[in-house]
């Protein structure tokens, strides 16, 4: 399972980098307008960044628009993904732009149906929001699963990336029902290196270690 971070702050993003656990990033418009700098200089910067996929959003509703504005974030880097929102003129502009080869991912889905459209008109990515379903009161790790197996079903191309990441638990559960990736917020992903055991462990050999090295000096 690849592991995506979801946010647009190249502060964050970096402090990830280097260990081989990132895979790519997605962004949203939310994301980028929280970090109140120009989103096509701030983009440009992770695309840069990440070697892997980059998922950056458009913010046109119309066919046309949405199919030009995508065709220009993808010209912003090979490993550019457009988001387009699940909807119709979202779905038209998807197979115009799978057709020109341009990568897409589709975001905002809710339900399995809105799955099999996004994998029908020839998404690359579909963007279950899991935590925004659990949020209202409904299982969205049942959704995930449900994509995964329908998917399965057709040897459906389209790759499930499960999005709206609230903890680990998600993390966990997506690899289990078997996502092609997730995408998480920094947080989140910093939270998965903890444990207090290990901590304390670590502690531990440390203090053991002290009282050996106050007797023998040589060591690396
Ligand atoms: O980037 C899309 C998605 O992950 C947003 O998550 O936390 O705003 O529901 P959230």
Known sequence: MKIFIDSANIRLIDSFMGMGIVDGVTTNPSLLAKENSDPTVQVKKILKLVPGHVSIEVVSTEYEKM??????????????VAKIPMTKDGMRAVRTLSNAGVKTNVTLIFSSAQAILAAKAGATYASPFIGRLDDIGTNGMELA??????????????????????????????????????????????????????????????LDWSGLAAKFKKWF
């Not at 199919?67 to 550019?80: D, K, M, P, Q, Y």
């Open 67 to 80: 199919v030009r504005e995508a065709t220009a974030i993808s010209r912003l880097g090979r490993n550019a």
């Open 145 to 206: 699963r449900d994509i995964i197996s329908i998917y399965r079903n057709y040897s459906i191309k389209t790759k499930v990336l499960v999005a709206s990441i609230r903890n680990p638990m998600h993390v966990i559960d997506a690899a289990k029902a078997g996502a092609d990736v997730v995408t998480l917020p920094p947080e989140i992903l910093s939270l998965m290196f903890s444990h207090p055991l290990t901590d304390s462990g670590l502690k531990k050999f440390l």
